[in-house]
T-cell receptor, first 117, second 112 residues
Framework: SQTIHQWPATLVQPVGSPLSLECTVEGTSNPNLYWYRQAAGRGLQLLFYSVGIGQISSEVPQNLSASRPQDRQFILSSKKLLLSDSGFYLC????????????????FGEGSRLTVL | DQQVKQNSPSLSVQEGRISILNCDYTNSMFDYFLWYKKYPAEGPTFLISISSIKDKNEDGRFTVFLNKSAKHLSLHIVPSQPGDSAVYFCAASSWDGQNFVFGPGTRLSVLP
């Protein structure tokens, strides 16, 4: 079965410090990978998605970046955090086959809560 | 420009009654529509989905209706239970999953 893990679960960082959130998927190959953020009082905002190694699409201009060094690894980074980067970050994967029983579901990791002070 | 809209930020329903959550979308290229439930500090939980070739999908207490001509879908929860209190996100996706967009969410409160 497929599993997705992201870490760390909780992070408190000072303004201007770097960030690295990591996400790995097991039990599948060539997944679509996503980073979402939910800020307080707002919906889920797509930050980045990737359809393959080294292929990253950015949806929102910001001081964050993403990388996919391996097929099932997705990393969210920042060189210098801002206060506005605080939020709940979610990694997710999907594998659209289009076959019978395919619900089109997006599978989420446990989430990482980032507080920038 | 929001591609997926949930115009009601909150909804309160009495226990045992029907909850109806609405969602509108603008991109006619979407092929899948999904509903997720989310508790604070947790990842969203998949509830139910519907493909663009259907107009209704039912799973237990949850039913999703899709009106493609109006670009509108709704989630019906019958009967509503206090444990259903959460934020519900509507999402839409292209067939290959490369364009997966969420609405802003509706906070449902089911009152005992």
């Amino acid at each position: 079965s497929q599993t997705i893990h992201q870490w760390p679960a909780t992070l408190v960082q000072p303004v201007g410090s770097p960030l690295s959130l990591e996400c790995t998927v097991e039990g599948t190959s060539n997944p679509n990978l996503y980073w979402y953020r939910q800020a307080a009082g707002r919906g889920l905002q797509l930050l980045f998605y990737s359809v393959g190694i080294g292929q990253i699409s950015s949806e929102v201009p910001q001081n964050l970046s993403a990388s996919r060094p391996q097929d099932r690894q997705f990393i969210l980074s920042s060189k210098k955090l801002l206060l506005s980067d605080s939020g709940f970050y979610l990694c997710a994967w999907s594998l659209r086959t289009g076959g019978v029983g395919d619900t089109g579901e997006l599978f989420f990791g446990e989430g990482s809560r980032l507080t920038v002070l | 420009d929001q591609q997926v809209k949930q115009n009601s930020p909150s909804l309160s329903v009495q226990e045992g009654r029907i909850s109806i959550l609405n969602c509108d979308y603008t991109n006619s290229m979407f092929d899948y529509f999904l509903w997720y439930k989310k508790y604070p500090a947790e990842g969203p939980t998949f509830l139910i989905s519907i493909s663009s070739i259907k107009d209704k999908n039912e799973d237990g207490r949850f039913t999703v209706f899709l009106n493609k001509s109006a670009k509108h879908l709704s989630l019906h929860i019958v009967p509503s239970q206090p444990g259903d209190s959460a934020v519900y996100f509507c999402a839409a996706s292209s067939w290959d999953g490369q364009n997966f967009v969420f609405g802003p969410g509706t906070r449902l409160s089911v009152l005992p």
